[in-house]
């Protein structure tokens, strides 16, 4: 059984991080968009044609699932590349979202994610919808550069958590929603700082999404391939780096 | 007289906001390919073959001078521009190694730029053939997100200097190059942590280097049309705000 996984450049390698350590696949074909990431300052149509390629572009390698690891594709394209799949399509909001299925409908839920994930409104429609009342969507847009820099904790990223969250009362939030692939590495930091909080992790979501609703159960073992249309080197690097560090 | 100035996105402005206020032309083209930005992550022919586009695009406006006001695209496509021009080509690294001209020699020198601009090594090739010696390059890639998102002073930014500048004796600086667009921004910041340093600013060389190579002289105004790739709605906001603020 094979699983692709789709994402704008290398931030998705966190969902590809949970699956791999799950083993709910013999074979993982991850492939990165480099060449034209990122999506988010891309018109929609753009957005969907990408989409549609890579979708393409995997399908050579004979795939039995596709996850849609990044939160712009998957706030924009995940419709149409289902209509046109021979196969599952899961996309990391609405994993995020039936991750949700069993918290209280008062939860104080904090959505944060790239500017483009907020505005888009996806995740806070999809939640409205499941009844929750109490959600607070915040861009943090510097999370990605920081996370990209190595810097996942200390003053810094103290002094932005300040920044972004000065109108939150912290410990108030019972759930965070890691609205980017790149969150996942200031789990700690974030933990931290709302103490009372659940973090919602998208790799973990779509884990246990294709476990329950899938039937996917272990295997031996799983092997991973990292393709990027360009620099997959810089892929593999940092897949060294990061593969071992996530906390999937 | 039409100057075109072409930018992989909208950091260019700030050499823009120069020349706008130094009134060399009557009229002013700027092309941000917004569509494909950022630049710094893409291959070399890759980036020739856009600035190449940028251009022929340009020509369409009858310009008689353009200036190159991306790093990324000086660094690599500025030789291939002139081979192909029927008008002067400058880009904004050899005019910012011009306008150290007059510099003693001796003088220690701090570039900072994006990790493409760094890692090319152009401004040190250029600088030693001039006879600098005492040169440091520091690549800073958290500065174009904090501009962007209009963090400029405070505390954040003074802890970012201190991680990215650490090992350096700030004293001792004479010349600091901003090596990318966006860090006119950070100016004032970069002025007090350096306070013995003469800051050099991309805009202002370009317009020292068009004055004194081709006797350019003050117009009684000059008008500006603002074109992009992608979104232009959004570079023009981002024109509105920044043009007037950037210290040109």
Redesign the interface.
Known sequence: MKCGIFDSGIGGLSVASSILKAKLFDEIIYYGD??R?PYG???ES?IIRYSLEAMEFLKNFDIDFLVVACNTASATAVEELKKEASFPVVGVIEAGVKALENENKNSNILLIGTKRTVSSGKYEKLLKKKGFKNITSIAT??F???V??G?TDG??VN??FE?YFKNIDREKIDIVILGCTHYPFLSHSLQKYFPNAKLIHSGQAIVELLKNEYNLTPKKSTSINLLAS??PEGLRIRAKEWLDIING
């Open positions: 480099t060449a990431v300052n891309k018109n753009t847009p510097l990605v550069p920081l990209e820099e810097i003053k810094i002094d932005v920044l360009d620099d």
